[in-house]
């Protein structure tokens, strides 16, 4: 069985929801304790697949780095995102400002890593009416960039989704390989 390890990155406004996302990803953990990262925090979780038209299995290492979301950091972000294969971008349904900061995320991360995969995680959607969440979700659908492989309504408190914007965007690695 071969492995490899890939970066990727998950970029958002401060208090979206990015370190809860991964916990539950990583740990199947949630907390309504709310800690804010400090510069970047690192997680690593192993995926296995099935190669393609082939027996073999392949682990793939996701090296997950949470970059702190705060405007006074802004400045030292570029250089934490060099060298990322993926990136999830994380708004949160709650908080509108959020949402229209998504595609400003987006280009300052294919400005470091232009041809990465994007997966956008539209989060908290346990928070907001069903109706308004599919609403806004259409509304902010981000494809427009060709590397915006899926977006997804999220929730880190019930687990809505998190699985799969983390395989979604292991795919999109994978997928040239």
Known sequence: MSEISKKVCLIGDFGV???????RFVDRQFSDHYLSTVGVKISRKVIE????????????????WDIE???KFKAIVPSYLKGAIGAIIVGD????????HLT?????????????????????????????????FQLNFLTRHKQVSAAYLTSAKTGKNVDRIFHTLAHQIIKPE
């Open 93 to 100: 349904l709650t908080r509108q400002e959020t949402i229209n």
């Open 69 to 71: 979301g705060s405007a």
């Open 104 to 136: 400003d995320h987006i280009q300052l991360f294919l400005s470091i890593n232009s041809k990465a995969s994007i997966v956008v995680a539209f989060n908290k959607s346990d928070l907001i009416e069903s109706e308004q969440s599919n609403l806004l």
């Open 17 to 23: 929801g990015k370190t809860s996302l991964i916990r």
């Open 49 to 64: 697949f099935k190669k393609q038209n082939q027996a073999e299995m392949l682990n793939l290492q996701l090296i997950i």
